[in-house]
């Protein structure tokens, strides 16, 4: 099986692992596509733990992270969510973009994330009792989510946090060219074009080109894919539907390519 490949940008490693140790949970402050869910792989497979991740939407309900009860031919039998069976199996818990989850999906995660390390499961009656192994990690991003679906205090309290963004150009040049296989050359013009995205302030974007796009754009072009449409394709179409900054991002790519 192959390791999962994941560039350090400081010491986030070294702080996930203690915070594990100590049996804290972590929120995995950052934009979108900065390397957050690679991170927790990573992580989890250093530690040799299950990870169980749940992309959290509007919907998403603390019966979704418990379970439910379901007719299974003539029975009725409780099914565990995967909240619970991180908690039976010792694993880690990753609530991806968790502030985007119903509030009654943070009220359930409380007696689990403090001192008590247990969960209740009402409609059983049972009440688990975290092994030591057992982590909740979430993330959330704060630019995306100001003004819009922000963590209460009680809830972020209960986390330590590790702040993400975007790797500086070298090590993210060596992330894009590992991840594509891309021409480490041809994969630093990709870098430039990030770098001067980020750099437009008066654009607008909601949010910026992140690493993910920049992997997808170099896969393009290493299937020959000629790259002026492989940054359009999976970059400028990503980012905006507005004509006027389309027009920008495409004159910003023809400068490189």
């Known amino acids: 099986m192959t390791e999962v490949f994941y560039k350090p940008q400081g010491r986030e490693v070294e702080l996930f692992l203690a915070a594990h140790k100590l049996k804290m949970s972590v ?14 792989e990573s992580v989890a497979e250093k530690l040799g733990l299950n990870l169980i ?19 299974m031919g003539s029975e009725t039998v409780f099914v565990d969510g995967p909240l619970t069976r991180a908690v039976r199996q010792g694993g880690i818990l990753y609530l991806d ?11 359930v995660l409380h007696s689990i994330t403090d001192y008590r390390r247990q969960l209740f499961i009402e409609r059983t009656g049972e009440t688990l009792v975290a092994p030591d192994s057992f982590m909740v990690t979430a993330s959330f991003n ?20 590790i702040p993400f963004t975007y790797p500086l150009p070298g090590p993210e040049a060596e992330i894009v060219a590992h991840e594509s296989q891309l021409d480490l050359k041809m994969v630093k013009h990709l870098i430039q ?8 302030k008066e654009l607008g974007l909601m949010e910026t080109v992140s ?11 290493g299937e020959g894919i000629e790259p002026r449409l492989a940054c359009r394709t999976a970059i400028v179409e ?18 490189q390519f």
């Open 27 to 40: 929120l995995l402050k950052g934009p979108t596509g900065c390397g957050k869910t690679r991170f927790v």
């Open 53 to 71: 991740t749940v992309s959290c939407h509007e919907e998403t309900s603390a019966t979704d992270l418990v379970g439910r009860h379901l007719l």
């Open 97 to 107: 973009e968790v502030a985007e989850a119903r509030p009654d999906v943070l009220v």
């Open 142 to 161: 704060p630019g995306y989510q100001k003004g819009l679906k922000e963590l209460k205090p009680s809830t972020r309290q209960r986390f330590i946090s």
């Open 193 to 200: 074009i990030a770098t001067q995205i980020r750099n437009l």
């Open 211 to 221: 690493t993910r796009l920049l992997i997808d754009a170099a896969k393009l072009i």
């Open 238 to 255: 990503p980012l905006t539907d507005e004509d006027e900054d389309r027009i920008a991002l495409t004159d910003l790519i023809s400068m």
